[in-house]
């Protein structure tokens, strides 16, 4: 998963926690304005209340942020773990000609049909490619330089015998 996306969350939460908390000492500080025995200072009222207001629409700001990032993660986490669970379900397999490709596990085919798919595609980018072909050498179908070789049926010499080789 994207690291990224996780550092995102967990620095706007912390934010959103400073950001919360500062408002809150504010908020007491004006309290405390009031509950003094002596007159209020009204010009020091104003600026705490008009500090109070800046703080709560940063808040607010941050609480939107936050709400969004937190979306993200949620989403990044479901994929990530639909992929773990797909992955799962393959296996290694060594062809004959000592390529290594991942199997379906015969046990979790539920109903699918027996296919290979691609180890570069998988281990790089995390993504689930068939491995196609009907000849010796199969192909990941995203990348044609992912090329694996499953047989080794000896090439016919005479061109007599397949015209179009
Ligand atoms: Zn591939």
Redesign the pocket.
């Known amino acids: 998963m994207d690291a990224s996306i996780i550092e995102t969350a967990l620095g706007l939460a912390s934010t959103a926690v400073s950001v919360t908390g500062k408002a809150a000492s504010t908020a007491e500080a004006i309290k405390k304005l009031f509950a003094s025995d002596k007159a209020a200072d009204a010009e020091e009222a104003i600026k705490l209340v008009n500090i109070l207001a800046a703080e709560l629409t940063a808040a607010n700001l941050m609480k939107v942020n936050l709400s969004k990032a937190l979306k993200d993660l949620s989403v990044e986490l479901r994929i990530e773990d639909q992929f773990e669970k797909d992955k799962a379900r393959y296996e290694l397999f060594t062809t004959s000609q000592g390529d290594i490709v991942f199997k379906l596990r015969a046990d979790a085919a539920g109903g699918q049909p027996e296919h290979f798919i ?1 180890p ?2 998988l281990n790089k980018d995390r993504l689930i ?1 068939f491995i196609q072909g009907t000849g010796d050498h199969k192909r ?1 179908q ?2 044609q330089n ?1 090329l694996y070789t499953f047989g080794n049926t000896p090439i016919r010499s005479s061109a007599s015998e397949n015209p179009y080789y």
């Open positions: 691609c570069a595609c490619i990941c995203v990348n992912h």
